[in-house]
């Protein structure tokens, strides 16, 4: 497995099926990210963000059912205000359709929005 990255602000790319060398690129370069409400949070005011790792399975949960092989699409994964942008494109330039987009909360991992491009 690549290098793992474990700051919640970063970028990731990789393509499924081949070595997972993860490129890390800071969204937020000299300041935190911006807050982000939870209301799952844990009782005594601190709540536990998830994971690149975490977020990237729920992703690939769902997409592996709709799409089974995903081997021909570079994942991206961002974090922004409204939560983790998970993005799956096309490797080859000139296929037709897409691959599935979503945005997942960070503190409970549930899929906000979803987009299927076939």
């Not at 935190?32 to 998830?50: D, I, V």
């Not at 995903?70 to 296929?95: N, Q």
Request: with cysteine; hydrophobic share 30%.
């Amino acid at each position: 497995m690549g290098d793992q990255v474990t700051r919640p602000n970063a970028t990731l790319l990789f393509e499924p099926g081949r070595d997972r060398k993860f490129f890390a690129i800071s969204l937020f370069p000299k300041t935190e990210p911006p807050a982000m409400t939870n209301s799952n949070a844990n009782q005594g005011g601190g709540h536990r963000l998830l994971s690149c790792d975490e977020i990237l399975k729920i992703a690939q949960r769902d997409a592996e059912a709709a799409y089974r092989d995903l081997s021909g699409y570079r994942i991206t994964l961002v974090r922004e205000r409204d939560g983790w942008h998970v993005d799956y494109d096309l490797t080859e330039p000139y296929v037709a359709g897409g691959g599935p987009h979503y945005v997942i909360d960070p503190g409970t991992g549930t899929i906000l929005s979803k987009r299927y491009e076939q």
